[in-house]
Structures are given as C-alpha cells and as structure tokens.
C-alpha cells in the first residue's frame, strides 16, 4: 500500500476493525487483510522490501508483498489457534518507492556481474553499484525498523528476496543487547560469504547475521536441505552458536517412528527465551510455493511449518520479530500469495500471541 496523504487512506483502529468486522468484500485497492490501518494505530508494523537484485535462479520476489497483501482479502480472519489475530491491529507501511527503482538497476548490473563470473568479463563498477544498493536497502530497513521499534511497535519484514531482514536484524541487536537467537525455516543454510561477491546476497544473510550480529546467541536452522560445504562447514564451526536439523534428518526421524512433535520440541528446545523467526517459503514443500525463486524438493508441509511456529509460542519463549521472504507470485495463478499470506498471517500471530498481546481462544 503506498500512502497517498491527500486522500486520507489510512484509517483509524475503530474504523479498520468495523470495516474488517462488516463481514463485506473489501475494494481490490485495500490493503493488507482488506482494510487500511493506520501503523500508529497498529501494534505489529510489516515493512514491504521490493528488492531481488541478487537472485540467482528464479525471480518476481519483489513483487511479493503486494501480491500477498491483494491475495490477504480473501483470507478468513479467525484463526483457528491464534484467534482473531487482526484485531491486536497489523499494518504495512508505505513501500519504498527508491528500493523498488534501485532494484531494477542493481539487477541489471548483478546480472552482468554474473555472467562476467561465467566467461571472466567481470565489472568491478557493476559489484560495486550493486553493493552500494545493498547497503541503501539493509540502511533502510534498519532505520525504519528501529523508529518502529522506538515507538513501541513490534516489526515483521516482508520481503523481497532474503537479504532485507538484515537490518530489521541489527535493529533488534540494539533493543534486546542481552541477545536472543534466530529460527531459520528454510531450504538453504543462507551461510555463504558474499555470495558471487555480493555483500549482501539473500544466500549470505545469516553467515552476515552470524559474522556481525553478536547479539545472536544462537541460530536454530530447519529444513534445510540444499547447501554447499563451505556452508556445511561454517555451521559446524559455530559449535554451540549453531544447530541445524537438515531435512533428511527431519524425515528419517519420522520413518523411524518418532512423531513430528517429538522433534518440534526438540527444535524449540534449541532457542534461548527470545526468538526471531526468519521464514524462507523455500522451507516449505514446492507444492506450497512452485514459483519462488529456488525451489528444492522436499521441505516442510504447510501444516508442519505452522505447527512448529505453535509449538514455539507454547514453549513460553517470546518471539521478537519476524520475516518472510521469497514469496514469487506466478504469472498465471495466485498461489503462492495465497500459501504466504497465510503464513504471514500465522507469523503475526506467533509474534502477537507469544507476547501476550493476544489471549488464548
């Protein structure tokens, strides 16, 4: 939703949930769930990233949080475990208008740079614009995070490709110094340094989390099924800071009998009291998301990921912020907007329900 002050579209708590509650089909130009709430007025702020430039397969990620925002207006609201999660008051604030122009240039000279690496043309001007960009992004997001965050708010971030929470990261760093760990649902480690010479490449978001962000106490990574070993290695090489339950592992543990909430906990036991939830939708079966930008067979099923973000909140820990990202819509369907509103809504829930906000149906 990009804000237009002179037609007033942001609407008062009372009037978002009246208009929520009315049982009546939004207009196609809502916003998220199909109203238009005032993020002073919200506790939970979402910030849209409409940023891929350093995607290496599939594109379109930066154009999911739109979709998934148009796709949220057919979602029921009365979930059946969080409860009536809309009305805690859940908001998007204005897409970046600069992010969204600086995409598309830094995406083309990422994808020289990539090919230079290929055939040895490579540009240092080009890795350097787009390491520029990169740095303008994360600056962004953990600027805008942190003035949310000042006011009391929680903050989620909704990508994009999966370099944006950077700074949404460090921005919790600096308001929770006694530290907290990070749930890392997805199909890669994300642990490679400067991935292709990209500084801040969706894969090397968590290897950048790890290097810088010494607030990070742990990192609990699930699903992960697709890496190298330079990533195999450094998540050793974490030692207690890290632990990874692969995909593999996940399913054999489940031929061999032992229930899925056996191993939930087992998960969850890992963090410490806060947690930030960082969600690839690659860490969900393809079937959930065949358009996201590096699909791997495998993952968990839609039900399985949720599950384990309700396992987290009835563990006790408290879940300090989240993202999303990934989320590719297909030129042909809605679906994979239509599985990741869904999670996002499931994510706000954790976060809302986990702190309290929300009480128990």
Request: glycine content about 10%; hydrophobic content about 35%.
């Amino acid at each position: 939703m990009r804000y237009d002050p002179l037609k007033n579209r942001y609407e008062s708590f009372d009037q978002a949930m009246a208009r929520l509650e009315s049982g009546l089909p939004p207009p196609p130009s809502a916003g998220f769930l199909g109203c238009d709430l005032d993020p002073i007025a919200a506790k939970l702020v979402l910030l849209p990233v409409p940023w891929e430039a350093t995607t290496s397969y599939g594109g379109g990620t930066a154009d999911g949080a739109q979709a998934m925002i148009n796709a949220s207006h057919q979602l029921d609201l009365d979930d059946g475990y969080f409860g009536p999660i809309y009305r805690a008051g859940i908001a998007f604030v204005e897409e970046n208008d600069d992010i969204r122009i600086a995409n598309h240039s830094a995406r083309l000279a990422a994808l020289r740079v990539m090919e230079g690496l290929c055939d040895g043309t490579a540009n240092d001007r080009d890795l350097v614009r787009v390491n520029e960009a990169g740095s303008m992004v994360n600056h962004w997001v953990w600027q805008t995070a942190k003035q949310w965050i000042e006011k009391g708010k929680y903050v989620g971030v909704v990508g994009g490709d999966h370099s944006v929470p950077f700074g949404a990261i460090k921005a919790l760093c600096e308001a929770h110094p006694d530290g907290f760990g990070v749930l890392h649902i997805d199909a890669h480690h994300d642990l490679r340094e400067a991935y292709e010479g990209f500084e801040h490449s969706h894969a090397s978001i968590h290897y950048n989390v790890m290097e810088q962000c010494a607030q990070v106490k742990k990192l609990v990574q699930v699903a992960i099924r697709d890496f190298c070993s330079e990533e195999k290695s450094y998540m050793q090489g974490l030692g207690t800071r890290g632990s990874v339950f692969y995909q593999s592992d996940i399913f054999r543990r489940k031929a061999g009998g032992e229930t899925f909430a056996s191993i939930c906990k087992d998960i969850v036991g890992q963090l410490p009291e806060k947690v930030y939830v960082s969600f690839d939708i690659d860490g969900l079966d393809p079937v959930c998301c065949p358009n996201t930008g590096t699909p791997v067979p495998g993952g968990l099923s839609f039900e399985e990921g949720v599950y384990l973000l309700e396992v987290l909140v009835e563990s006790g820990r408290k879940v300090i912020g989240f993202d999303l990202c990934e989320v590719s819509p297909g030129k042909d369907n809605e679906w994979d907007a239509n599985v990741g509103c869904r999670v996002l809504y499931k994510l706000c829930g954790t976060l809302l329900k986990s702190q309290g906000v929300l009480q128990a149906k």
